[in-house]
């Protein structure tokens, strides 16, 4: 299948540092992309849908100037934690959306970055 | 409101045939149906996706009846390594059509020697 490439795996900032995750979709171009928060034993939560060459829209509750994304081309999206704060420590995941004339709108993940701030 | 419902935790032995029923009543006329496992801290892994009727690839099958309600995910044979969270993905489409893909709480299957 196709393959989405997150960066970094995993990172440590310090309280009111900003951190960036990078969302590459490898062999193909994704128009969109997701980006999902995980707390552990929890399901994926969606925080906000990026499109290419447009802002991107954030679910109810996300702060769109803590959470900057950017997805500048279309093999690639960028989540811009601001003023990081321990409580914003987490499992970022990313996902990219292939369109397949052999089935529908396929959705594959990045490999998820952890996010710790201390 | 696209939405599903899984089971919350299945138990199984290894060798067994699993079955994983995901409850999707609201599923949109042109969506797919979409399953997903996931290990600790990686990003779901794609298995296996289907629009009706029944899928199979190599590691698993896709049973979806007539009104596509619903989809059973089938793993055979299954081992201690299949032991992780499964979830099946529909998507809502809203106002202005944007598709979001959403996850149910997904099913926790634990494989016993």
């Known amino acids: 299948g196709a393959v989405v490439s997150q960066h970094p795996s995993r990172v440590i900032c310090k309280s009111g540092t900003s951190v960036k995750i990078e969302c590459r979709s490898l062999?193909?171009?994704?128009?969109?992309m997701f980006w999902y928060r995980q707390f552990p034993k929890q399901s994926l939560m969606l925080m906000a849908t990026s499109n290419e060459g447009s802002k991107a829209t954030y679910e109810q509750g996300v702060e769109k100037d803590k959470f900057l994304i950017n997805h500048a081309s279309l093999t690639l999206s960028t989540l811009t934690v601001t003023s990081a704060h321990p409580e914003d420590s987490s499992f970022y995941i990313c996902?990219?959306?292939?369109?397949?004339?052999?089935?529908?709108?396929?959705?594959?993940f990045g490999e998820g970055s952890w996010l710790t701030v201390v | 409101l696209a939405k599903t419902t899984q089971p919350i935790s299945m138990d199984s032995y290894e060798g067994q045939e699993v079955n994983i029923t995901c409850s999707h009543n609201n599923i949109a006329t042109n969506d797919y149906i979409t399953w997903y496992q996931q290990f600790p801290s990686q990003g779901p892994r794609f298995i296996i996706q289907?629009?009706?009727t029944k899928v199979t690839n190599e590691v698993a099958s896709l049973f979806i009846p007539a009104d596509r309600k619903s989809s059973t995910l089938s793993l055979p044979r299954v081992s201690l390594s299949d032991t992780a969270v499964y979830y099946c993905?529909?998507?809502?489409?809203?106002?202005?059509?944007?598709?979001?893909?959403?996850f149910g709480r997904g099913t926790s299957l634990i494989v016993h020697p």
């Open positions: 062999d193909f171009q994704a128009t969109t």
């Open positions: 996902s990219a959306r292939a369109q397949d004339r052999n089935s529908g709108n396929t959705i594959y």
């Open positions: 993905l529909v998507g809502e489409v809203r106002t202005g059509g944007s598709y979001i893909p959403t």
């Open positions: 289907g629009y009706k």
